[in-house]
């Protein structure tokens, strides 16, 4: 099972929204509506910041919205903040057998 | 509060096999999964696997497929982990993670992680 395809940076101003693709196969993203999205600052453990493709967790910001169409999945960060400079990962459900695959992760500066 | 309490940082030789484990607290053990999750230095994270703690039952990355094992001890609510034939590119973070259900993954708790450095 390959890693699904994330750009490998995105930057943006504060203030301005950045979206992030997750593109993958119809054996994974484009199969079923099991996406998600995780945080990661360096050092930290991942955060869950959407389930579901554009479901939030309790307490997540509503700046970060996720959706999909066909195999691509995708992350937007609205108001972007200083604070959201961190690698962001999408992770989809990849079937009974492999069961899961995350992406390729994308940095995201702010600029 | 739901926490995940994983051991601590080892070393390993090439070949060698290692076992980590993973504390669950603050939520019903049974009524969950645990994911394992890996990052190499400065590279992404990588799905090794699935563990049932209700019954026992796993799922594996085939990539990992015959070298990891996942296990439970529900009396102490705690997962194990462990990886033998160990290999250079080994050399990770190990988090593990709870999931409430198996295939939507969402995994909403983590724990702080485990460096494993495989080096003779």
């Known amino acids: 099972q390959s890693a699904l395809t994330q750009p490998a940076s995105v930057s943006g101003s504060p203030g301005q929204s950045i979206t992030i693709s997750c593109t993958g196969t119809s054996s994974d993203v484009g199969g079923y509506n099991y996406v998600s999205w995780y945080q990661q600052h360096p050092g930290k453990a991942p955060k869950l910041i959407i389930f579901?493709?554009?479901r939030w967790p309790s307490g997540v910001s509503s700046r970060f919205s996720g959706s999909k169409s066909g195999d691509t999945a995708s992350l937007t960060i609205s108001g972007l903040q200083t604070e959201d400079e961190a690698d962001y990962y999408c992770?989809?459900?990849?079937?009974?057998?492999?069961?899961?695959?995350f992406g390729t992760g994308t940095k995201v500066t702010v600029l | 509060q739901v926490q995940l309490v994983q051991s601590g940082a080892e070393v390993r030789k090439p070949g060698a096999s290692v076992k980590l484990s993973c504390k669950a607290s603050?939520?019903?053990?049974?009524?969950?999964?645990i994911h394992w999750v890996r990052q190499a230095p400065g590279q992404g994270l990588e799905w090794m696997g699935i563990i049932d703690p209700s019954g026992g039952g796993t799922k594996y990355a085939q990539v990992l497929q015959g070298r990891l094992t996942l296990t439970r001890d529900t009396s102490s609510s705690t997962v194990y982990m462990d990886l033998s034939g160990l290999r250079y590119d080994d050399t990770a973070v190990y988090f593990c993670?709870?999931?409430?259900?198996?295939?939507?993954?969402?995994?909403?708790?983590w724990g702080q992680g485990t460096l494993v450095t495989v080096s003779s």
């Open positions: 603050g939520y019903n053990f049974a009524n969950s999964f």
């Open positions: 993670a709870r999931a409430l259900f198996m295939t939507n993954l969402k995994l909403d708790y």
């Open positions: 992770c989809s459900y990849a079937g009974s057998s492999t069961l899961a695959v």
């Open positions: 579901d493709v554009d």
